[in-house]
């Protein structure tokens, strides 16, 4: 890996992943966003993993798809490179994703951040879709995703102008979930992690997924996604042993099973 540092035992049952193009403000380039989506993959697959931070450095979270790489490419070069097939593949990750964010989230960066299942900002952190001030518009979800997430007039000013929003302002505008003093975030985003790799993994993996499907259906479809998911979690040792805890009045011990 080049572009990226994976440590897969970051903490117990926690994986980090930090964006390592420092000098190009993690600028997510073709080969980055691959070993993003592989590293990603292999995570999923490892059963000693149930959350996953992704982060870059104080500066930048990253400054959106290089735009060099972009700049010579027509329609069809574009069409052809097919990059997205690779943003689709990181979506379907199925475990907890926490992006803890400072500097600059733009452009693709902000898709990334959105594209994680919560978002612990710095105070330093600079949000935004600044596509249009270089000739074009979001791409990986950003007029979807930021839409569902701060509503039409936010997104349409955001996306429009291109401003820049502040970690403060992404908490208000309900983008991201907290913000902290910028020594803090990946302090916070661990924290949450270790939280949520308490939680059974399976009821997590089958949670976030139902969550998502919110985003893409009707709620009649949406309830009968989640009920299902629902009876799922009872085919899991992790569900007697949830329940069994609480009754025995002691810390569950969840083992993914
Ligand atoms: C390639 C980038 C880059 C980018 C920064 N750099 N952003 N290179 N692609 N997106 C490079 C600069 O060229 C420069 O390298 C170095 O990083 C430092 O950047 P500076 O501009 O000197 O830093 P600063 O003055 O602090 O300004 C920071 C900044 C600015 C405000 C973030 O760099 C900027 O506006 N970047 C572009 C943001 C943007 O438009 N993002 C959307 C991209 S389109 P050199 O070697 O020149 O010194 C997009 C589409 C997504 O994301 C859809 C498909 C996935």
Redesign the pocket.
Known sequence: MEFIKVNYEYKKHIALIELNRP???N??NLQLMGELRDALKDLDNNDEVRVIIITGNEKAFA??????QMSDKSAVDMLKID?FST?DQIRKTKKPLIAAVSG?A????C?LAMTCDMIIASETARFGQ??I??G?M???GGTQRLTKAVGKARAMELVLTGRFISGEEAVQYGLANKVVPVEMYLYEATKLAEEIAEMSPIAAMLAKESVNRSFETHLDEGLTFERKNFYLTFASEDQSEGMNAFIEKRRPQYKGR
Do not use: N
């Open positions: 000098k190009e403000l600028a997510l400054a959106g798809a290089d735009i060099k990059q943003w600059f733009l452009g693709g960066g898709e600044p596509e001030k270089i074009v979001p791409g990986a």
